[in-house]
Nanobody
Framework: QVQLVESGGGLVQAGGSLRLSCEASINNFSWYVWNWYRQAPGKQRELVATIVPGGTTNYADSVKGRFTISRDNAKKSVYLQMNSLKPEDTAVYYC?????WGQGTQVTVSS
């Protein structure tokens, strides 16, 4: 059974930064596409960032230029560096691989 454990969320003021981490208990971590999603209260879950095995990344328009997704295959971990945070970034952030999800980590950005 795949386990994804996120960490790094918290409360930060607008303009601040946070780095989310997701550690995966999975074989062949490097083979897979990894995603970060987020879900704000009353809204649908949305795709924030994606990284493919070769390292190519893709971002939602709302976070381009502010967020960076990265991966460390040796540590079986994927990261989301979030800079210039805005109150509208407030959400629960989830790590994802195919149908596997972590428990989520809360990010709250105060104005």
């Amino acid at each position: 059974q795949v386990q994804l454990v996120e960490s790094g969320g918290g409360l930060v003021q607008a303009g601040g930064s946070l780095r989310l981490s997701c550690e995966a208990s999975i074989n062949n971590f490097s083979w897979y596409v990894w995603n970060w999603y987020r879900q704000a209260p009353g809204k649908q879950r949305e795709l924030v960032a994606t990284i493919v095995p070769g390292g190519t990344t893709n971002y939602a328009d709302s976070v381009k230029g502010r967020f960076t997704i990265s991966r460390d295959n040796a540590k079986k971990s994927v990261y989301l560096q979030m800079n210039s945070l805005k109150p509208e970034d407030t959400a629960v952030y989830y790590c994802n691989r195919r149908g596997d999800w972590g428990q989520g980590t809360q990010v709250t950005v105060s104005s």
